[in-house]
């Protein structure tokens, strides 16, 4: 069960996957999150898996290849039905089993990894879907308990060393290189889980966008699990 009292200005739930992607953002709403509750074995599929990178991809063929037992074939089901449904929106889904992602230390004051809160950004209209069936779920934070990281004093006059162009050029090297797409918790900030089995749909910043993007992590992994992440 997940927590939404923290951010429920910015968060609408819907029963059905209709609903999930026709629903519009507006006002402060950014995130929709379709609450499921799901039957299987989510952790037999991730056992069953071969890793040879710190993230593996699995399409359909993979997962009908696994010898599964009735409640791993369960649980591969929901996953080839989540993959149908949003390919037949016009998504392109992504199946992942993640032992964890790489880490950003170009800048040791400033990493730009996913572990970092941060809002996705496209050229064109679109939104970002996720959902965890095993491990750690992502994290949202409230628009309000974020500030961007480049508006932090320190942290620009940091970045500002980094550059070397004029100055009218700053801020597009920070856009070039994503840190404005990065943020930091305030120090009262409440992150929401975002649960297991849920199918959300976030706002992103693109040019036609009504309302701010949301921003989200994902969480460091505990205990060497694995993750079961569906995004796109």
């Known amino acids: 069960m997940i927590n939404l009292s923290q951010a429920e200005n910015q968060i609408h739930s819907v029963t059905n996957f209709q ?6 953002f507006h006002g402060a709403i950014n995130a929709i999150c379709w609450t499921r509750t799901l039957t299987g074995d989510f952790a037999e ?5 071969v890793l040879n990178e710190n993230i593996t991809v699995l399409d359909e063929a993979d997962l009908l290849a696994l010898q599964l037992s009735e409640q791993g074939q ?5 996953l080839l039905h989540d993959l149908m449904v949003l390919k037949a929106h016009g998504a392109s ?8 992602y790489e880490r950003d ?4 004051f400033f990493p730009t990894d996913v572990y970092s809160f941060h809002v996705d950004r496209s050229p064109v209209p679109t939104d970002t879907f996720l959902c965890t069936y ?7 934070l409230p628009n309000a308990q974020a500030k961007q990281k480049v508006l932090v004093p320190e942290i620009r006059a940091q970045l500002k060393k980094l550059y070397s162009g004029a100055e009218e050029g700053f ?9 404005d797409l990065h943020y930091l918790a305030t120090p009262a900030a409440h992150p929401v889980n975002l649960g297991l089995g849920n199918l959300w749909r976030l706002a992103i910043d693109h040019p036609e966008s009504q ?22």
Do not use: W
Request: charged fraction near 25%.
């Open 93 to 100: 889904p992504i199946l992942n089993v993640i032992k964890c």
């Open 74 to 78: 369960l649980a591969r089901e929901m």
């Open 45 to 49: 599929i991730v056992d069953k898996v």
């Open 19 to 24: 609903d999930l992607v026709s629903t519009p």
């Open 171 to 179: 801020e597009s090297f920070l856009s070039e290189h994503f840190f």
């Open 105 to 108: 230390d170009a800048y040791p």
């Open 134 to 140: 095993y491990g750690e779920p992502s994290e949202i």
């Open 211 to 232: 309302v701010l993007p949301c921003v989200h992590r994902a969480p460091m992994e505990k205990n060497g699990q694995h993750r079961l992440l569906m995004i796109c």
